[in-house]
């Protein structure tokens, strides 16, 4: 079994930030990639960073620029520094890892608002 926690959502202002984190536990062989989602009401889950094994990141466009993904392999961690918060940025979001011969895991989802 695999777990996946994450932390770092609350209530923000517009233009501020916040940092996103998650730690995966279990058995864990191999890593492929690690990303972060988001899905806010009425909308489908999107896409918002990606990092693969090599260290190729990827952005959904309206946050690059704003938003960076990293890791920590040794600790299995993933994060995500979310700069110039815009109420557009309103989600629940999610971390997702990708691993050798155990599928795709996601964590439980963490809230994040943007709003003055």
């Known amino acids: 079994q695999v777990q996946l926690v994450e932390s770092g959502g609350g209530l923000v202002q517009p233009g501020g930030s916040l940092r996103l984190s998650c730690a995966a536990s279990g058995t864990i062989f191999s890593i492929n990639a690690m990303g972060w989602y988001r899905q806010s009401p009425g909308k489908q889950r999107e896409l918002v960073a990606a990092i693969t094994r090599d260290g190729t990141t990827n952005y959904e466009e309206s946050v690059k620029g704003r938003f960076t993904i990293s890791r920590d392999i040794a600790k299995n961690t993933v994060s995500l520094l979310m700069n110039s918060l815009k109420p557009e940025d309103t989600a629940v979001y999610y971390c997702?890892?990708?691993?050798?011969?155990?599928?795709?895991?996601w964590g439980q989802g963490t809230q994040v608002t943007v709003s003055s």
């Open positions: 997702n890892f990708q691993l050798q011969y155990r599928g795709s895991w």
